[in-house]
Every structure is written in structure tokens, then in C-alpha cells.
């Protein structure tokens, strides 16, 4: 039934009084860091508002600039990496360890396909010249409109940095998984990751509506 | 007394630099803060030195305009988020706080080293803006002059920008730290008030230091890309920096001063021999202050043209921090009644902060009402209220903590006569340079200004020479404290008669705390039950 057969045992840091104790700790510790990373995105957040309410009607104009299934594409990929990286955690705390493997294996596959349409649509939008302020050249159809694509490029590139670093953590999970660290009694790791792999998710649910969609 | 080597401690057990660069543990963490730390306080405070000395008189003495623009600057960027905003959380708070919790170390001691070094990085950053251009545009970047100005604005920012995620990081350590690690027995409301302290103000480290590390974000972006968010001439509005920073700045006031009256609460209940009066009064009021400090940001922009209604709602709810603040102030005054009171080097700096940061706070009331700040808005006021916050509160209660701390540190005592006269010598210099700037901005000198009319002359050069008996006194307690690590008498385990858990280990403590886990059954501060 399961394939771990000589999995390494850990070692409970010298500080904690048992491995629950360590997991819980580090479970509190990933959703504080969760609450400062929403703290971190929330002031783009405002500042998005801020424009909106500024400018409605180039936000209206803007918006058609941006290619919709291109986005949704993204949100349905981004979606179903969400699904394989919990099934990665499950994997493990079921000792299937080629399972896991896998899993984190498709979840880069999803992280990267994210990455292939966003630089199709950046290209797409560097070759109309619709760019931050400094550099826009592009057709101004609407006053302003280069301040759309100055948030939009700063939160659509902070949230693809958060990509990035998932797929830096999730290479991580991979190695680990292989040398045999994960198995149904320790997957801290696994779990830490996972979770903030959904939060980059999530920030991009966000995204996706109030760039793509919202007229 | 102890199966362990007798003469073991955190410092000894292992040497060589390496062992102290790479070590884990919160004890020795702690006490690199506190070197890196006194550093910045020193760099700081040479920066003061040299921007009051230009002001001596009006007109050029040494410096240009533009270079007192950039040493102002420097003093302030330098002190905030060098030297404050850790002061006592990394330095005091990593040394203590597991060990007044009986813990063994912090929740993530690997997550406190990195935090250290992210410190040493952003502080590289801060020190090569110095000498690439100094910034000239003060601590708070306001635009669109941070934008458009010649000077290293980048490396600045960017080093700050770093520096909150050091501070973000102790933040989130802390937290699980106080939920997770606390000895078996110690409830919620057996821990000690410095705990409490520590505790509101990792939730504002957590909460607020990330909107400054966006803003900051976007004020690089903006000089490098242009996208204009606060660029009036693209569409975009200066004063969202304004909101975008102080919604940090003002809660980051509040991470200053907090750690602070933690320290306080410790001070008083020690060297008064009782039991601290309110104890759950002290604890909830960290809490209120932390939530207040997310409301009151708008006090920073009455004359930025916010609304009416916005202004007044930001000034009533600026009132309100009064409430918490005042709360602990009357709790540590009825502390001392009737009780004991032993006047020690710590209880010096303890009485130095009530009366200080009475006065500071009683101005800050004074600047959040809306009719007086159109008039005082801007001034020498302002700068004499917030030092008499920032240095007559914090500062105060960080020099009383190390000397309360100091034995449990290093396992020295100091002279406690040199400390006295180092006291006096602060005590009067700090009131010197900063009750002057009181008179200053009620007679309307400006802050920031680099030249002044005639008339201010013997306010400022009174205030330019209290911070000669200023630096008298730190000078004093620099030779006093390195004397005493080096000849210094050997400190006792409890030499202040301390009831919390740090005393009850050996000082300096073994690696790692105590040699059995505490098991808590009783109050913090019960002196009427305990002799000591």
C-alpha cells in the first residue's frame, strides 16, 4: 500500500516538546505571514480603488484592452494547480511518496503555463506600447490610461514574483520529496508551501475580475 | 547547583566568531542586535550633533543647505528605522522573551537569524546612500520631492524597504513565540507585562510594516518607471503617499513605544517591591493601543487637505489613545504607593520616562486637536514633541531595560554611581535641547528650516548646547558599561529581587535557559506573597 519503505526519520527541533507541538507552530507562524502578505497586496488594493474611483470611465475604456480569456485561461490553470498541490499534502500524509512527486510535478507544470501566458499577454502589451507612464506609447483612447497599466503592471508583476517564488519553494518540495524527508508523521513543509501557494491563487481570483472583467 | 559545568553560559559555550555569526540562539541574537543596534544610536546621534550645531546660529556655520537637508535626514532615517523600531523588540525582547516565558529559545530561531542579517543588509544599503548622495528629502520620502530630487532616494528606501522585513519577521516570531512556547502553567495572564508589551507590538510589525514596504515599493517604481499613482502631473495624487505612508508611520510610533511601557511595567513592579496595580488593565491597554494606532494615521495630513469630516474623526479618534496611555501611567504611579522603593539605575530611567513621556504625551494631545495643529503644524513643537516620545519615553526605557538587563546579560554589574551621574547628565541635557524646541515652535520657528531670523538665536543656541551635556552623559555610560564587562563585580543570579522568570536562571544563563523547564504556578509580580 505505501511506497516509502526507508523514508529519513525526523528529528523534532530541540526547542519544541513533540512534532505537533512544531507543526502547529509553524502552521501559526505561515498564516501570520499569509496576514502580512494580504497587508502587502491590500495597499494596491487602495490604491487601485483610488483610481477607479478617479477615473471611471478610463478604467471602463482600459479594460477592453485587456484580453479576457487570456485572464480566464490563467484563473483556470492557477485553479487547478490550487487542486494538485493539496493533493501533493494528501500524498504524503497517506506515505505515497511517488504520488507526491507527481503532483508537485503538475503543480510546476501549472506554474509555469501561468508564467507562458503572462508573457504572451506582456508582450503583447509591450508591442502596443501600453506601459507605465514613462514609457507609454501606445494609443491614449481614453485620458490617463497610462496609469491603468502602471497598477496593472504592478500588481500583475508583484503577484508574478509570488509565482516565481512558488515555483523556487515548489522545486524545493520536489528535491526534499525525493531525498525521502516527507512521510505521514512530518510534512511541514509540504503543508507551509501549500498554503501559500493558494494565497498567490487567491490574490490572482482577485486580479482577474477587477482587471478582466469589471467594466 | 546545576548538572551543568559550573561557569557554563550562552556566552561561553562555544567560541570563536563563527560560533556567535552563525549561532541560533536568541540569547546571543539579542546581543548582536543590541551592538548593531548602539551603533546606529551612535550614528544617529553624531548626525544630531552635527545638524544642531549647524542651526547655532542662522545663516552657513559649516554645512551647506543641501547638506543639512541630507544630515537631517540621516539622523532621522538613521534613528527610525535603525535604531528605534528594534531598539528594544530585537535586542532586549530577543534576549528576554523566551526566557521571561520559559521557553528554550524563540519559535523559529533560524527565521531570528535571517531577521539579523536582513537587519546588517538594509542597514548596508542605508550606509551606502550616505556616501552615494545622501537622501535629502527627511525620513518620511514625502512626494512628489522624493521623485524629482537628485540624491540617493533609491538605496534609502530600498534599505528600508529591507529593514521592515527584518522588523516584520522578529514580528511574526514573536507572536508564535508567545502563543506557542509559553511554559506549562503560564496562562495568558501570568505572563509578564513586558510579554503583553511584546505582544502588541508584533502585531503591529505584522499588520502595518507591510503597507510601508509596498509604498516604498512604489516610490522606487515611480523614479524608476514613472506610473504616476503619485505623480499630480500624470493624473496620480501626492497625498495617497501621505495616507500610504503614515497608515504605517503612525502604528510604527506605537512599535517604538510600546516595547517601552513593557519595560516600565517591569521597572516598577522591581524596585517598588509590590505587586503591579491593574495588572489586566495594563495588558488590555497594549492591546487598545495597538488597535487605535490603525485609526488615528489622518493627524499627519490636517493641513494636507483631507476632508472636514475626515479631519475630525481622525482627531477624536487621536484623543482616544490617550485613554490606554493614561491608564498605564496612573497603574505604575499606584504601583509605587506604599511600596518599597528602591532607587536603582533602572528605577532612574523609569522615573525619567513618567515625566518625560507625560509631557510628550500631553503635546501630542495638544498637536491632535484640530485648531491648535493649523498654528503649531510643522514646527519645533512638533519635533520637541515626538523626542520627548521617541527619546524622552523610548530611549529612557531602553536605557533603563539594559540596565535592569544588563546583569542577566553579561553577568556584571556597573558602578551605580557612574550611572547616576550619567543619568543627571542626560536628564538635564536631554530637557535642554528639547523644552527649548517647545518655546521655539509656540513662537513659530519652523522644523526643517536651515536658516532662522535673528530672534530664535538664543533659544537654539541653548538647545544646540544641551546636546554637548547630552553627549557628556552617553559618553559616560559608554566608558561605565564596557568598564564593567571588563572588571565589573560578578552579578548575582536575582540581583534586583526579580520575580520573573529570568531571574530565577543563572546569570548569565546556559545556552539553554534553564536546566529544567519551569512549571508556573502563580502570579507574576506576587511580592505580597513571595519574600524575597
Known amino acids: 500500500m505505501s511506497d516509502v519503505k526507508n523514508h529519513k526519520v525526523h528529528s523534532v527541533a530541540h526547542h519544541f516538546a513533540n512534532a505537533g507541538h512544531e507543526f502547529e507552530s509553524a502552521k501559526l507562524g505561515m498564516w501570520v505571514f499569509l496576514v502580512t502578505e494580504v497587508l502587502f497586496f491590500g495597499a494596491l488594493f487602495v490604491a487601485y480603488a483610488f483610481l477607479r474611483w478617479a477615473y471611471p470611465e478610463m478604467f471602463v475604456e482600459a479594460h477592453h484592452l485587456l484580453d479576457w480569456r487570456m485572464g480566464g485561461l490563467n484563473t483556470l490553470i492557477l485553479i487547478t494547480s490550487s487542486f494538485t498541490m493539496v493533493m501533493a499534502v494528501r500524498s504524503a500524509q497517506v506515505n505515497q511518496r511517488k504520488q507526491t512527486s507527481a503532483y508537485l510535478l503538475a503543480t510546476l507544470v501549472c506554474a509555469f503555463g501561468f508564467l507562458i501566458v503572462k508573457y504572451l499577454e506582456y508582450s503583447a502589451k509591450f508591442h502596443h506600447g501600453y506601459l507605465p507612464a514613462k514609457f507609454f506609447t501606445g494609443q491614449a483612447v481614453s485620458e490617463h490610461i497610462h496609469l491603468f497599466f502602471g497598477i496593472y503592471f504592478m500588481m500583475t508583476g508583484l503577484h508574478g514574483v509570488h509565482v516565481l517564488v512558488g515555483i523556487g519553494l515548489i522545486v524545493w518540495l520536489l528535491i526534499r520529496n525525493q531525498k525521502g524527508d516527507f512521510y505521514s508523521d512530518f510534512f511541514t513543509p509540504l503543508e507551509m508551501v501549500g498554503l501559500y501557494w493558494h494565497f498567490v491563487d487567491l490574490v490572482w481570483i482577485f486580479l482577474f475580475p477587477l482587471f478582466y472583467l469589471v467594466g | ?532
Open chain 2, 1 to 532: 547547583m546545576s548538572q551543568v559545568a559550573v561557569g557554563t553560559n550562552y556566552i561561553n559555550a562555544t567560541k570563536g566568531l563563527k560560533s556567535w555569526l552563525t549561532t541560533l540562539d536568541h540569547k546571543r541574537i539579542g546581543i548582536m542586535y543590541l551592538l548593531f543596534i548602539a551603533i546606529s544610536f551612535a550614528l544617529g546621534g553624531f548626525f544630531a550633533l552635527a545638524l544642531r550645531l549647524e542651526l547655532l546660529n542662522p545663516g552657513k556655520l559649516l554645512f551647506s543647505a543641501k547638506q543639512y537637508n541630507q544630515l537631517f535626514t540621516l539622523h532621522g532615517a538613521i534613528m527610525v528605522f535603525l535604531f528605534i523600531v528594534p531598539s528594544i523588540p530585537a535586542s532586549i525582547g530577543n534576549f528576554l522573551l523566551p526566557l521571561q516565558i520559559g521557553a528554550k529559545d524563540v519559535a523559529f530561531p533560524k527565521l531570528n537569524l535571517s531577521s539579523f542579517y536582513l537587519y546588517l543588509f538594509g542597514a548596508i544599503f542605508c550606509v551606502y546612500s550616505m556616501v552615494a548622495g545622501a537622501a535629502d528629502t527627511g525620513w518620511t520620502f514625502y512626494t512628489p520631492y522624493s521623485t524629482t530630487t537628485d540624491t540617493s532616494v533609491i538605496s534609502m528606501t530600498l534599505g528600508a524597504f529591507i529593514l521592515g522585513f527584518s522588523s516584520i519577521f522578529t514580528g511574526i516570531n514573536f507572536i508564535v513565540t508567545i502563543h506557542k512556547m509559553r511554559a506549562p502553567g503560564m496562562s495568558w495572564f501570568r505572563m509578564p507585562l513586558m510579554v503583553w508589551a511584546l505582544y502588541a507590538t508584533a502585531i503591529i510589525q505584522v499588520l502595518a510594516t507591510p503597507v510601508l514596504g509596498i509604498t516604498l515599493l512604489l516610490l522606487v517604481i515611480e523614479r524608476v518607471a514613472g506610473i504616476g499613482i503619485f505623480d499630480p502631473a500624470l493624473g496620480g495624487d501626492p497625498i495617497l503617499f501621505q495616507h500610504f505612508f503614515w497608515f504605517y508611520s503612525h502604528p510604527a510610533v506605537y512599535i517604538m513605544i510600546l516595547p517601552a511601557m513593557g519595560v516600565m511595567s517591569e521597572l516598577v513592579t522591581t524596585f517598588s517591591k509590590k505587586n503591579i496595580f491593574g495588572y489586566k488593565m495594563i495588558a488590555y491597554s497594549s492591546l487598545a493601543i495597538a488597535i487605535i494606532s490603525f485609526l488615528v494615521w489622518g493627524h499627519h495630513l490636517f493641513v494636507s487637505g483631507q476632508s472636514d469630516y475626515a479631519a475630525m474623526i481622525f482627531s477624536l479618534l487621536t484623543y482616544l489613545v490617550a485613554i490606554p496611555s493614561a491608564v498605564k501611567v496612573f497603574n505604575w504611579i499606584a504601583t509605587m504607593y506604599k511600596g518599597e522603593i528602591d532607587i536603582k539605575a533602572p528605577f532612574l530611567y523609569f522615573l525619567a520616562f513618567l515625566f518625560l513621556f507625560c509631557i510628550g504625551g500631553f503635546t501630542g494631545i495638544m498637536l491632535g486637536s484640530l485648531s491648535l495643529d493649523v498654528y503649531l503644524h510643522d514646527t519645533y513643537f512638533v519635533v520637541a514633541h515626538f523626542h520627548y516620545v521617541m527619546m524622552g519615553g523610548t530611549v529612557m526605557a531602553f536605557l533603563g531595560g539594559l540596565h535592569y538587563w544588563w546583569p542577566k546579560m553579561f553577568g556584571k554589574m556597573y558602578s551605580e554611581g557612574a550611572a547616576f551621574v550619567a543619568w543627571l547628565f542626560i536628564m538635564v541635557g536631554f530637557n535642554m535641547v528639547f523644552f527649548t524646541q517647545y518655546l521655539l515652535g509656540t513662537k513659530g520657528m519652523p522644523r526643517r528650516y536651515y536658516s532662522y531670523l535673528d530672534q530664535f538665536q538664543p533659544l537654539h543656541a541653548f538647545s544646540t548646547s544641551g546636546t554637548w551635556v547630552l553627549t557628556i552623559g552617553f559618553l559616560i555610560m559608554a566608558f561605565y558599561l564596557v568598564e564593567s564587562l571588563l572588571n565589573g563585580k560578578q552579578a548575582p543570579d536575582n540581583p534586583w529581587g526579580g520575580l520573573t522568570l529570568e531571574w530565577k536562571t543563572q546569570s548569565p544563563p546556559i545556552t539553554e535557559n534553564f536546566l529544567d523547564t519551569p512549571i508556573v504556578d502563580s502570579d507574576p509580580y506576587e511580592y505580597d506573597k513571595v519574600k524575597v
